[in-house]
């Protein structure tokens, strides 16, 4: 299994290379030159199976440089027991053919723990392959939830060390406390004065300062990255779906080949980009189903092929859907273009001069075939939670419940009733104010209060990683500036160079 670049594909690395520096050099992405297929006998031959025990016969496929062994151990030390349901990725029946698949029991309860719980093991394999003896420094830019799972992922990971940046007023009181009371020898956490964008430009200056490289150098360290556009990130997506099938087949739910529709909801493209790959490789997915909130980029671009960014952007309820530029689209759009490099560098080229771009009319047949798209507003995500709730007893996080609305709205247009698993991508107790206000309204103030009070009104239990944030040690008070040279003092310091 090789792999090339969206915007080169004439590269050719292999997954080690791929996964050890996350980017291809002119800037494109990863992809796998060809798909392993499941044929119907390999997915059943999957259903007696535990998770890592799926995630580790489909991995296989894809990481060619590595070992079975060497695969196999880095899904147990992913999900041997750091997930809170022996199950992993739990599929639940909410009747008539609704699926939710739970991908939020994971240590900081949202459903990046998927893959950046595994994405350290791979990386050092990946690094131990390419280059034996270097130290990976994992730099951060987050708002919110990539950077307290990046923390959980790579603390105490030999050879790692593992830095975040979060705005100091840009997080959510939750997520805040959750990062700075991290533990693990290898982690800092350090607030910057400034937005999202500041943290992120920041860290990408880093990243490619020569000054900064050749010092951390000097120390036997290199930079790396867990964000979602590493191929590390991406594939171990690809296995809870192909999971939630055999889980389906195992409750009696559907019949092998029976056809199923996914819906996801969706900010930077990777979680539904791993149903397409799953699709392709032969689990049989009819309609893929892109959800988006308020900032309906995607919901746009399907509907007219034309990729405008060029529009407000909205603070909304979902903010890990708050997004304009869906960087996993690139692979897709490779992928519908007949693996037409030249074609996608043209059209990044018009994202990054003009903010948007247009896609050809034969890739814009292959969307229409693939894809269904869809948008919720605010208003009816609360109505969404409100009324599942009221209906199933089932509690629905913000996110989920864009999916759900979508969803609703899919089926009652179009009367397609293919049985469908939707993509749970947070545990609600994460948006906590946002639940408690759909459910009629908050009485208490206090986060940490308002947990109590959804409890109390619902029976559902506080997970265990957000129950004990209040007792936890503080250990990273530290704010610095936007700046490079702040930023950069602060690496330092953090590293133990200073
Ligand atoms: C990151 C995230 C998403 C968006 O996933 P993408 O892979 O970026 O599309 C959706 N919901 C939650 C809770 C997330 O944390």
Request: glycine share 8%; hydrophobic share 40%; proline share 5%.
């Amino acid at each position: 299994m090789r792999y090339t670049s969206t915007r080169n594909n004439k590269t050719d690395v292999t997954a080690a290379k791929a996964i050890a520096t996350g980017i291809s050099p002119e800037g494109g992405l990863y992809v796998p030159t060809e798909l392993p297929i499941l044929s119907a006998t390999a997915i059943q031959e999957l259903v007696p199976l535990s998770y890592k025990e799926r995630a580790a016969r489909i991995l296989s496929r894809f990481l060619g440089d590595f070992t079975v062994e060497e695969t196999t151990a880095c899904c147990e030390a992913a999900y041997g027991d750091r997930f809170d349901t022996p199950a992993v990725a739990p599929v639940v029946d909410l009747g008539e053919g609704r699926h939710i698949l739970e991908l939020w029991h994971g240590p900081t309860c949202a459903f990046k723990d998927m893959a950046l719980q595994i994405l350290p093991h791979l990386m050092r394999v990946s690094v131990q392959k390419t280059a034996p003896g270097q130290k990976i420094v994992i730099l951060v830019a987050t708002s919110g939830d990539t950077g307290k799972a990046a923390l959980e992922g790579f603390r105490d990971a030999p050879d790692t060390r593992i830095l975040v940046f979060y705005p100091v007023d840009g997080v959510s009181e939750m997520q805040r406390l959750q990062m700075i009371t991290q533990e693990g020898d290898n982690v800092g956490v350090c607030a910057i004065r400034g937005n999202f964008d500041d943290a992120q430009t920041g860290v990408k200056a880093l990243f490619t300062d020569d000054e900064v490289i050749s010092a951390l150098e000097k120390n036997g360290m290199r930079f790396s990255s867990a964000n979602s556009i590493n191929w590390g990130r991406l594939v171990p997506q690809i296995v809870y779906y192909i999971s939630s099938y055999c889980d389906l087949l195992a409750a009696g739910s559907i019949a092998m080949g029976d056809p199923i529709n996914v819906v996801v909801p969706t900010g930077n493209f990777g979680n539904i980009l791993a149903a397409y790959y799953a699709k392709r490789m032969g689990l049989p997915i009819a309609k893929l189903i892109c959800a988006s909130n308020k900032n309906r980029v995607l919901t746009d671009f399907f509907e007219t092929g034309v990729y405008d960014c060029n529009r407000p952007f909205y603070t909304t309820t979902s903010p890990s859907m708050d997004i304009l530029v869906s960087s996993n689209l690139e692979r897709l759009l490779y992928h519908l273009s007949g693996e037409n490099s030249e074609e996608i560098a043209g059209l990044m080229a018009g994202l990054k001069n003009d903010r948007k771009y247009a896609v050809s009319p034969a890739v814009k047949a292959q969307m229409d075939n693939l894809f269904a798209a869809g948008s919720a507003d605010d208003a009816l995500v609360e109505e969404t939670i409100q009324q599942v709730y009221t209906d199933k007893g089932y509690l629905l996080d913000t996110h989920t419940a864009v999916a759900v609305a979508v969803y609703e709205d899919y089926r009652a247009k179009t009367g397609d009733t293919t049985p469908t698993v939707i993509a749970s991508t947070a545990n609600p107790y994460k948006f906590t104010p946002s639940i408690l206000a759909a459910l009629g309204g908050a009485e208490a103030e206090k986060p940490y209060d308002q947990m109590q009070e959804l409890q109390a009104k619902t029976g559902w239990a506080i997970p265990a990683p957000l129950a004990g944030l209040n007792v936890k040690e503080i250990r990273f008070t530290d704010v610095c500036g936007n700046d490079t040279a702040s930023m950069q003092q602060t690496v330092y310091r953090l590293l133990d160079m200073a």
